[in-house]
């Protein structure tokens, strides 16, 4: 009998094992095939790991087998003498004395993609087709160790704030943002839907823990196929109790920003570099009432005002051109967006009620963001329920955290891969997403 007591020391090692131990010694590596060189009596075996590529060094003669047998794609188990060598990836290269191949890719069967190239050079629908080989490229990786990083911030920095984590149910009986944009569902003879927001659970949980926060999907039946939306997206979403104001809520996300920028410079410098990502500035960040921001675009780029009550994709990417060019801000808060284009729990401004305490932030022209002060009185909701039409009675479980009191609060939701996509330059947020589902894929 054997028992299973945590860790055991391993024979293998690591690129930051080997960085740590100075570049010396015999090393043994496991990684995957990225790329051969065959330069004739000796090659160049270049191994893909998590850590990064590692340069292998085979030379006939000092190890067994034939370079022509190894692929693209094989598993190994290599040993060597590790090497100093300041133009290989990591700053040093092993020197094979043997090679092992734990796996192989099935016979006949070619790389689909040029995976090993700096930029693979093909469309976007040949890497989405191609998603599981096409995730290998080096770039294609370092693109989701950023927003892996930016979800790691984001978290930090809630946890900093006092914020508790939670989780929501994606299968739902109501639908919170209103439309019919909606997944349905037969959930045992009953009628379901794909949660759009986490919305009335994270405002139901800021009665049990006053700040609370979620990053999860969300799911929208809209028929785009646009470069900016998606079905299924990653939220990440937080509300907190006892604002003063709805700008209590943008300061958050303000300071939420800084904090994140700061986090991925330090522990993402590797993929910033290989993506050439200059991070924005989060010094301070402009604020603009929606109507006034209309208006501004309007008059210095000359462009007629269709739409009184929403923002055209134009003209968001207009008012973050007019605050680049104005304030050097690739950022800017626009506020008090119409009552009628917001959901019912916005709450209406007191002084002007066809306006709502809400925002959205704008990242170099594009909405990420949406957010502001919910409506926490009883009565308020109600009659805003009833002044659309509504019945309230459809809404029983969440018109009970009024009942039963709630405080002020706030909150928003990002969408992650809008985030990410502006961060990168990215033309399509396709490109910022694992495995899209949009209106025509759901595979892979």
Known sequence: MDFITGFRKKDTHEISDILESGFTGNVKINGMIHTIRDMGEFAFLVLRKREGLIQCVWEEGKINGCVKDLKEGMTVLVEGIVHQEERAPQGFEVLLS?????????????????????????SLETKLAYRPVSLRNIRERAVFKIQEGIIRGFRDFMFSQQFTEIRTPKIVAGNAEGGANVFKLEYFGKKAFLAQSPQFYKQTMVGVYDRVFEAAPVFRAEKHNTTRHLN?????????????????????????????????????EKELKILDITLPKVDKIPSVRFDAAKVMVS????????????????????????????????????????????????????????????????????????????????????????????????????????????????????GLERLTMKLLDEQNVRETTLFPRDVSRLEP
């Open 98 to 122: 043997d090679i092992q191949i734990l796996s192989s890719p099935l016979d006949g069967c070619m790389m689909p993609l040029p995976i090993s190239k700096w930029k693979m050079k093909t």
């Open 232 to 268: 299924e997206y990653t939220s990440l979403d937080f509300e907190m109790g006892y604002i003063n104001g709805f700008e209590d809520v943008m300061v958050m996300e303000t300071e939420m920003l800084r904090y994140t920028f700061a986090f991925l410079e330090k522990a993402y």
């Open 299 to 414: 008059e210095k780029y000359n462009r007629k005002i269709r739409n009184p009550y929403d923002l055209e994709p134009e003209e968001e990417t207009l008012i973050g051109r007019y605050f680049k060019e104005e304030y050097d801000s690739d950022f800017v808060f626009v506020t008090h967006y119409p009552s009628k284009k917001r959901p019912f729990y916005a709450m209406d401004d007191p002084t002007d009620p066809k306006f709502t305490l809400s925002f959205d932030l704008l990242f170099k022209g594009m909405e990420i963001t949406t957010g502001g002060q919910r409506i926490h009185d009883y009565g308020e909701q109600v009659k805003k329920m009833e002044a659309r039409g509504m019945n309230p009675e459809d809404f029983t479980n969440f018109l009970m955290i009024h009942k039963h009191g709630m405080p002020p609060h706030g909150g928003l939701g990002i």
